[in-house]
Antibody
Framework: EVQLVESGGNLVQPGGSLRLSCAGS????????MVWVRQAPGKGLEWVAN????????HYVDSVRGRFTISRDNAKDSVFLQMNNLRPDDTAVYYC??????????WGQGTPVTVSS | QFVLTQPPSASGTPGQRVTISCSGG????????VNWYQQLPGTAPKLLIF???QRPSGVPDRFSGSKSDTSASLAIGGLQSEDEADYYC???????????FGPGTQVTVL
C-alpha cells in the first residue's frame, strides 16, 4: 500500500524557519517526482515545489522561491521542504504528493504550519 | 490572479449530469495534460482524472474528462450526494515553470 506521511508542521514566528518531512512507503520512491502542495485556511490548493527523481531539478512557485528549498533522500525514501523567512501568508496545511504521469495519485494527510507572533 | 479559471460553484439534483469548465492558455492547457482533483471537506485531495481523460483505478466511470485547445471539462454523470466536494483542475505551465491549479469549483447536490 502506498503511503505518504508528513511531519514537522508547527507554530512559528514570522521570520522563522521550519523543515517539513515526508516519508514514502509502498512504492519505488526513487522513480518518482515528488511534490509539495499547500492549502491556506478556507482557500484552494497551491502547488509549492517539486523535485525530480535524483534531485537534480527543482521548481518553485514564485512566492516561495529563494525562501523554500525542496530536497530528497532516496536512501530514506523521504522528501523535505526547508522553509526559511516564513511569513503569515505561508500559513497553510502542507501536503506532499507523488508526481509522475498521474500527479497527485497519492497524497499524505497534511501537516499544518502556522506563522504568527 | 489565477492562470486557470473555473466557475466558483455548480449544482445539480441526484442523477443529473454536471459539467465543470477549466479555461487556460497555450502555456498550460494548450500544451500540457490536464488533471482534476476532488477534495471532500477536511480531507486531502484525491486525483480524479489525469492526462486529460484518464481515470485512476477506483474512480467511478461517471467521472469523465475532456480537453479542447486551451480548455478542459470535468463531467459528473449521475450526480450522487457523496459528490459534494470541491473540484480543482491543474496543469503544468511551461512559461511559469510551475504546476498551476484552478481556483476550484464547489459542487452542491440539491
Amino acid at each position: 500500500e502506498v503511503q505518504l506521511v508528513e511531519s514537522g508542521g508547527n507554530l512559528v514566528q514570522p521570520g522563522g524557519s521550519l523543515r517539513l518531512s515526508c516519508a514514502g512507503s509502498g512504492f519505488m520512491f526513487s522513480k518518482y517526482w515528488m511534490v509539495w502542495v499547500r492549502q491556506a485556511p478556507g482557500k484552494g490548493l497551491e502547488w509549492v515545489a517539486n523535485i525530480n527523481q535524483d534531485g537534480s531539478q527543482e521548481h518553485y512557485v514564485d512566492s516561495v522561491r529563494g525562501r523554500f528549498t525542496i530536497s530528497r533522500d532516496n536512501a530514506k525514501d523521504s522528501v523535505f521542504l526547508q522553509m526559511n523567512n516564513l511569513r503569515p501568508d505561508d500559513t497553510a496545511v502542507y501536503y506532499c504528493a507523488r508526481g509522475g504521469s498521474a500527479p497527485g495519485e497519492y497524497w499524505g494527510q497534511g501537516t499544518p504550519v502556522t506563522v504568527s507572533s | 490572479q489565477f492562470v486557470l479559471t473555473q466557475p466558483p460553484s455548480a449544482s445539480g439534483t441526484p442523477g443529473q449530469r454536471v459539467t465543470i469548465s477549466c479555461s487556460g492558455g497555450t502555456s498550460n492547457i494548450g500544451n500540457n495534460p490536464v488533471n482534476w482533483y476532488q477534495q471532500l471537506p477536511g480531507t486531502a485531495p484525491k486525483l480524479l482524472i489525469f492526462g486529460n481523460d484518464q481515470r485512476p483505478s477506483g474512480v467511478p466511470d461517471r467521472f469523465s474528462g475532456s480537453k479542447s485547445d486551451t480548455s478542459a471539462s470535468l463531467a459528473i454523470g449521475g450526480l450522487q450526494s457523496e459528490d459534494e466536494a470541491d473540484y480543482y483542475c491543474a496543469a503544468w505551465d511551461g512559461r511559469l515553470h510551475a504546476y498551476v491549479f484552478g481556483p476550484g469549483t464547489q459542487v452542491t447536490v440539491l
